[in-house]
């Protein structure tokens, strides 16, 4: 079945850059997705990219995806305070009978040091 | 404004007390999903449904029940409930932009 991995924690300086990774397994999917979640608060989604694109970047946001080897990426740049958060790495696929599944990764949990 | 509606937001109670978890959507959407949250596992899909009367089961159904009479309402079901359910639970419409409700966080002593 489909496994995404990502690193627990990761812990960076208010201004610099944020680099979470995400390695998936099922060559398959359709789109992948950085969703976030502040404590008490449920998933927001922040930014997705489709399986044949290589990058997308939305204001401080940048995506990487090389499916070559499986691995996404969400850039976060000039991190601030409030990024601190849990980072969820999902992918999408259409099963064999037409449902969209999402698998999430674990989860990696960003502090932001002032 | 596209809403994913989830009561209660927090629920203490008893193993073996039935309980529901109610979850509304007000996108008129064909596709639900309840998800588990542990910490160190994720979110694991509970059960899905595609359209009003199909329901499916996820990775992790055990304990679970759904229902979907009409096309706004998914509620999730715990006929037995036990401690092992103490979870943080989402209900999302599911879609290549899935929207998810803000989390209903439940504990069984």
């Known amino acids: 079945g489909e496994d995404v991995e990502q690193s ?14 995400c390695t998936y397994t099922d060559s ?3 789109y992948l997705y950085w969703y976030k979640q502040e404590p008490g608060a449920g998933l927001q989604l922040l930014t997705y990219i489709f399986s044949n694109m290589d990058m997308k970047q939305d ?8 499916k070559k080897d499986k691995h996404l ?16 790495c999902a992918e999408g696929l259409y099963s064999g009978a037409g449902s969209y599944q999402l698998t999430f990764g674990k989860g990696t949990k960003l502090s932001v040091i002032p | 404004e596209a809403q994913v509606t989830q009561n209660p937001r927090y629920l203490i109670t008893v193993t ?19 998800y588990r949250q542990d910490p160190g596992l994720g ?12 329901t499916d089961k996820g990775d992790v159904p055990e304990g679970y029940k759904v229902s979907r009479k009409e096309k706004r309402n998914f509620p999730l079901i715990l006929e037995s409930p036990s401690p092992n359910q103490t ?9 290549t932009e899935a929207f998810f409700g803000q989390g209903t966080r439940l504990t069984v002593v």
Do not use: P
């Open chain 2, 87 to 95: 979870s943080l639970y989402f209900c999302a419409r599911q879609s």
């Open chain 2, 16 to 34: 073996g007390k039935k309980l529901t978890v109610t979850c509304s959507q007000n996108m008129n959407h064909e596709y639900m999903s309840w």
């Open chain 1, 59 to 66: 204001q401080r946001l940048t995506v990487l995806l090389n």
């Open chain 2, 43 to 54: 979110l694991r899909q509970i059960y899905y449904s595609m359209n009003v009367e199909v």
């Open chain 1, 8 to 21: 627990l924690f990761l812990s960076v300086r208010e201004g610099d850059s944020s680099v979470i990774n």
């Open chain 1, 28 to 30: 398959s999917s359709t």
């Open chain 1, 73 to 88: 990426s969400l850039r976060i740049a000039d991190t601030q305070t409030g990024d601190s958060a849990i980072y969820f």
